[in-house]
């Protein structure tokens, strides 16, 4: 129904995809409402809900329709937004390694053979039998 929809004074977090319904849109502080560029299937009829833009956080609805078939998709406006509102980077955030501790390959090396003959004596020890 609707085809290569953009917003053209803002940011649109997520390429568009006729089958995703919800989506995130960064726009400049004086932005007043969202401008929409589309391509729509033959007819099909669009109506935009909500278009006008406050502080912060908004919400714009637009449905698309035909004698078949409806679509809604919902925009969650932000004005100013500095940081991904739909994003993992916010998650990913809390992830960081400050410092990577390493331990040198000669040191696993001692290490992986202590722990052998370790093993090695405790076998000895367990299943040595004595002989009469």
């Keep these: 129904m609707i085809h290569d929809l953009k917003i053209l004074n ?3 977090e997520l390429n568009f995809n006729e089958y995703t319904y919800f989506y995130t849109v960064t726009v400049p502080d004086d ?3 969202l401008e929409f560029s589309y391509k729509l299937a033959d007819d099909t009829y669009v109506e935009i809900k909500n278009n ?3 502080e912060e956080e908004n919400t714009v609805i637009l449905d698309v329709y035909n004698v078949n078939d409806e679509a809604t998709y919902t925009f969650l406006v932000y004005k100013n937004k500095i940081e991904d509102v739909s994003g993992i980077d916010n ?3 809390s992830l960081e390694v400050e410092s990577i501790d390493t331990l ?3 040191k696993v ?3 992986a053979i202590s722990i052998f003959l370790m093993l090695v004596l405790l076998f000895t020890f367990i299943f040595h039998r004595k002989k009469a």
Excluded: A, H, P, W
């Design 52 to 54: 006008d833009l406050v």
């Design 31 to 33: 932005v007043s409402s």
């Design 10 to 12: 803002g940011t649109l």
């Design 109 to 111: 090396q001692i290490l």
């Design 104 to 106: 040198n390959l000669y």
């Design 91 to 93: 998650y990913m955030k």
